[in-house]
Nanobody, 122 residues
Framework: QVQVVESGGGLVQAGGSLRLSCTVS????????MGWFRQAPGKEREGVSC????????YYADSVKGRFTISRDNAKNTLYLQMNSLKPEDTATYYC???????????????WGQGTQVTVSS
């Protein structure tokens, strides 16, 4: 059974930082590209960042480039998203998704977790 569990969200002031984590079980984690997505109330889900299976390639949405850093630890089946210089517009529920992205973009996947809420106050 596949499980995807995100954690690390919270309430932070603008300019602050958070580090999100995502653990995956039931899949061969180190065979899969991994993506972070977010969905704000009333908006469509959007791809935020993607990392290749090896960690050698990373991709970012323009809105987070230079502020967010994606990384992974294949030995721990864990994906991370370091978020710095947070803005109120970063407020959303953040999800990670196995096998959901590549250099060409972001895709739907059968594997979604519950997400973790990030709220940035102004």
């Amino acid at each position: 059974q596949v499980q995807v569990v995100e954690s690390g969200g919270g309430l932070v002031q603008a300019g602050g930082s958070l580090r999100l984590s995502c653990t995956v079980s039931g899949l061969t984690f180190d065979d899969l590209n991994m993506g972070w997505f977010r969905q704000a109330p009333g908006k469509e889900r959007e791809g935020v960042s993607c990392i290749s299976w090896s960690g050698g390639s990373t991709y970012y949405a323009d809105s987070v480039k230079g502020r967010f850093t994606i990384s992974r630890d294949n030995a721990k089946n864990t994906l991370y998203l370091q978020m710095n210089s947070l803005k109120p517009e970063d407020t959303a529920t953040y999800y990670c998704a196995p096998g959901s992205c590549d250099a060409g973009g972001y895709y739907d996947t059968p594997y979604w977790g519950q997400g973790t809420q990030v709220t940035v106050s102004s």
